[in-house]
């Protein structure tokens, strides 16, 4: 039997619980392919409850959870405007997915990009976007099977290790292209 996900807004009240499944989550990703001390470092400065806080406080940003029953699964964060990594008109930024390995494969994370596909097309925006490491081949594939397609590449440090990620991008139908489906 398939398990209920829920979507939700996350609000400033449930910092913690961010920190905890944003720190959780990207050490099961990446903690394999990187040395201890960089990832404690990531994890510190990236997840304290302070910058999550300011992130939660962004207007620009919006965090959602997964849930199944109450139970925290994985957590989306998008970005608009000046909150993006990259300035891109017309566009909103995905730049999070992470799921609890134990639901991988389940359509916890197709849920989480539905949700902010759902959301540009609210805002009536012309793409979405996101960065994602060169090497998380899971990652790649995944957005590459929800029509993105590489546009460019920028660094992204993880503590003194220079990364590169790639940028992608999908174009999204019109609002009035929509309704005539």
Same mark, same amino acid.
């Not at 940003?61 to 957590?75: D, G, L, M, N, P």
């Given at each position: 039997?398939?398990?209920?996900?829920?979507?939700?807004?996350?609000?400033?009240?449930?910092?913690?619980?961010?920190?905890?499944?944003?720190?959780?989550?990207?050490?099961?990703?990446?903690?394999?392919?990187?040395?201890?001390?960089?990832?404690?470092?990531?994890?510190?400065?990236?997840?304290?409850?302070?910058?999550?806080?300011?992130?939660?406080?962004?207007?620009?940003?919006?965090?959602?959870?997964?849930?199944?029953?109450?139970?925290?699964?994985?957590?989306?964060?998008?970005?608009?405007?000046?909150?993006?990594?990259?300035?891109?008109?017309?566009?909103?930024?995905? *730049?999070?997915? +992470?799921?609890?390995?134990? /639901?991988?494969? #389940?359509?916890?994370?197709? &849920?989480?990009?539905?949700? $902010?596909?759902?959301?540009?097309?609210?805002?009536?925006?012309?793409?979405?976007?996101?960065?994602?490491? *060169?090497?998380? +081949?899971?990652?790649?594939? /995944?957005?590459? #099977?929800?029509?993105?397609? &590489?546009?460019?590449?920028? $660094?992204?440090?993880?503590?003194?290790?220079?990364?590169?990620?790639?940028?992608?991008?999908?174009?999204?139908?019109?609002?009035?292209?929509?309704?005539?489906?």
């Amino acid at each position: 039997m398939e398990q209920q996900i829920t979507i939700e807004r996350v609000n400033v009240a449930e910092v913690k619980k961010l920190q905890e499944i944003g720190r959780f989550t990207f050490f099961e990703a990446f903690a394999e392919v990187n040395t201890e001390q960089n990832m404690s470092n990531y994890l510190e400065n990236h997840f304290s409850e302070e910058q999550l806080e300011n992130e939660l406080n962004n207007r620009d940003s919006q965090f959602y959870f997964a849930r199944v029953k109450e139970k925290v699964i994985a957590y989306l964060k998008i970005n608009l405007g000046e909150a993006q990594n990259e300035k891109i008109d017309d566009a909103l930024e995905i *730049e999070r997915i +992470y799921v609890l390995k134990a /639901f991988h494969g #389940k359509g916890v994370a197709q &849920a989480l990009y539905q949700k $902010a596909i759902d959301i540009a097309h609210q805002m009536q925006l012309g793409k979405v976007w996101l960065g994602v490491w *060169e090497e998380n +081949y899971r990652a790649l594939r /995944f957005y590459e #099977k929800n029509g993105f397609t &590489a546009f460019g590449k920028h $660094a992204f440090w993880l503590g003194d290790d220079e990364q590169t990620d790639l940028l992608m991008k999908k174009e999204l139908a019109s609002t009035n292209e929509l309704k005539t489906h």
